[in-house]
């Protein structure tokens, strides 16, 4: 008798325990559900299914899924990513190494075409290609009278590490080619101070291709890879291997909290893999450049320069490139614009939530210095600019307003919603611009 109870008292403890089980599952769907909603804006049982795994709601900005060092030397530009596929639907890496949907010098086919060319490092990258999924930049000048039955083309000369003088040497080097352009876009700055300052550190001259671009491509050209720069090569590797696997079973999810689940792994792989990338590159840059039979020259610095000299040299170099930018384009009678782009290390009025200063600050980012002492050096040379009749919008205070974040790494990049914000501000700024010189030209 008192077996059979011990027995009846079990059965409803595991007829509990399975209940709450149950129970615990449900609320964890349902959770995931809440989850799912906020982040895409849908129920996720009645979703589209996304057959590119760039639409899965994973970060994958900088995440190289085919190979792990995509950047080739080119003899007049520098350095280039290698040209092939991409994982934008539409999109390719082209015959330049520009992330663009069309191979260049590309010509006009319909004389009521408008060709917009972009320049500048990643961030110009991705404003050109949600510009041309978004086509903020057209719906603002179309609100031109000239430009009303435009059909609007954005070609990107932009490539994540470029910094000036490149853009000045991408732009002659193709309208030496022949392209055709009707209005310049160069979003810039970040570059020209956080990576010309990598430079100065290594005793690199500044106004030579990044560091952290340039001297890996050396050292696998000389065939002399450190030993942790190899490690981190191989867990690059594997990682990316993880996170193409995670992505095909985040593709094939039946309940929202294996997706909630596997977004979760999938994002901290690619965390990861972006740790090791920068410890690659910071490997590499140890290294420095000993022309110890190497068969790639690079100009040099004797010393490394004190910080007031340098920053106002990176400030010269991209102010007396952007007024040759402006030069050469005025002779075509071609708009040229040139942004300061925002960056969370340059404080301004934002206040950042919780969550996004875990995401957009580093205490150990070889940027945040740069910026805070190089976007002021940038400043003092606005009146130059301005005095060489450059359109100079500066852009460092656009997130102000919003609460939501908008930064997506500890770098520089945005995420969909600033995206949104900076395109439109770029919108708004250009049309307030061209209908000025408009109302002059009245006059």
Known sequence: ??????????????????INLALL????????????????????????????????GINLEGVRLNQSIV??????????????????????????GFISPYDYPLKKTKKNQFFIGVFGGSVASNYAVFEVQNKILPQYLKQLPGLKDKEFVILSFATGGYKQPQQLLILNYFLALGQELDLVVNIDGFNEVALSNL??????????PSVQHILPLTSLANNSLSTKAMKATIRIKENKARINQGLESLQHCFLATCDAVTSVYVQNLVNNYKTDLIKFEQEQTKQQNKDGGSVIYINTNKSVLQDSLAFEEMAGNWAKSSIFMHKVL???????????????????KRVFGEAEKQIAFNKESPY???????YPALFKKFPNLEKNNIN??????????????????????????GEVIFS????????????????KNKK
């Open 71 to 96: 950047e080739r030397f080119h003899p007049f530009l520098g350095f280039i990513q290698q040209p092939g596929p991409d994982f934008r639907p539409g999109f390719k890496i082209n015959n330049y």
């Open 368 to 374: 945040a210095k740069s910026v805070e002492s190089g």
């Open 392 to 417: 100079i919008l500066n852009a460092v205070n656009v997130f102000d307003r919003t609460k939501d974040a908008v930064y997506v790494d500890s770098c520089c990049h945005y995420n969909k919603a």
């Open 424 to 439: 439109n501000y770029v919108g708004r700024s250009l049309l307030e611009s061209l209908r000025k010189d408009e109302r």
């Open 25 to 56: 599952l449900v609320f964890v769907e349902l959770g995931s559900l809440g989850w799912y909603f906020v982040k895409h804006k849908q129920f996720f049982y009645t979703r589209d299914k996304v057959p590119n795994k760039s639409d899965l």
């Open 1 to 18: 008798m008192k077996d059979l109870t011990v027995l009846k008292k079990g059965q409803e403890f595991l007829k509990i325990a399975l």
């Open 330 to 348: 005025s002779a075509s009678n071609v708009p040229y614009f040139h942004i300061l782009q925002p960056n969370q290390y340059y404080q301004t």
């Open 199 to 208: 430079n100065n550190k290594y005793k690199l001259d500044l106004a030579m």
